[in-house]
């Protein structure tokens, strides 16, 4: 399926130039199947061998990271904070989540805003998700664009950069990507283990006597 993609990709790259890059990137902020790692090497490569101005391709990936993130944030934002706490409130028990624990992380998140989505921006799975918690608190627009902006663009001159570097080795660029993923799902799965047991499973063994009070 992944090489059927990566057809797909080279296919509208190719054939679209600028508005397929960017086209390319809003989908992959809001799709993220939709691998970066595979249109924004290939947009340097396009660029590198003279069918296409790096410059260009990095503006036309910029645009699209934007308007990718305007939709998260968009629909993020319909929700909005008080369905989220409703939703906390019915359901946040199955995953050990409190609505406590929904306060703590909006506080986290309206001190640190800013240094969140600037640096989410480039840092793989987590850049398209930036935008939902920036919708729910409803984030200023305006600031959250130039932050979404700001990050987007050196993510995409990194990577399109080094496709054009790298010219036929472009795919090399996916390899680095790829190992930079695995580190953030092993980030994350540790995290959320942490929380299952902290919150599911030692208050399960405490009540049931096959922990001591003072175990953690």
């Known amino acids: 399926m992944l090489d059927g993609l990566t057809d797909w990709v080279t296919d509208v790259v190719n054939t679209l130039g600028y508005p397929g890059v ?4 809003a989908l992959e902020s809001v799709f993220p199947p939709i691998p970066s790692e595979v249109v924004l090497p290939l ?3 396009v660029a590198g061998r003279g069918d296409a101005n790096v410059a260009g391709m990095v503006a036309a990936a910029t645009l699209g990271s934007a308007v990718g993130a305007w939709v998260l944030y968009g629909l993020s934002a319909a929700i909005g904070p008080d369905r989220l706490h409703a939703f906390t409130l019915r359901r946040g028990r199955w995953f050990g989540v409190k609505g406590e624990d929904l306060d703590r ?6 001190r640190r805003a800013d240094t969140a989505v600037l640096l989410g921006r480039c840092v793989p799975l987590i850049r398209s998700l930036v935008s939902v918690p920036a919708g729910f608190r409803r984030m200023p627009f ?3 664009t ?6 987007s663009l050196v993510w995409n001159t990194a990577l399109i950069g080094a496709g054009a570097a790298l010219g036929d080795q472009w795919t090399e660029v996916g ?9 953030v799902i092993v980030l994350i799965v540790v995290g959320l283990g942490r929380l299952l ?3 599911v499973l030692r208050p399960q063994l405490r009540s ?4 001591p009070p003072g175990d953690l």
Not at 105 to 110: K, P, S
């Open 208 to 211: 049931g006597g096959h922990l």
């Open 197 to 199: 047991w902290r919150r």
């Open 175 to 183: 390899d680095v990507v790829g190992l930079l993923q695995a580190v």
């Open 22 to 25: 960017a086209l390319l990137v």
């Open 142 to 144: 305006v600031r959250f």
């Open 146 to 151: 130039v932050l979404t902006i700001l990050g």
């Open 43 to 45: 947009a340097g490569f």
């Open 105 to 110: 992380a909006e506080l986290w998140f309206d």
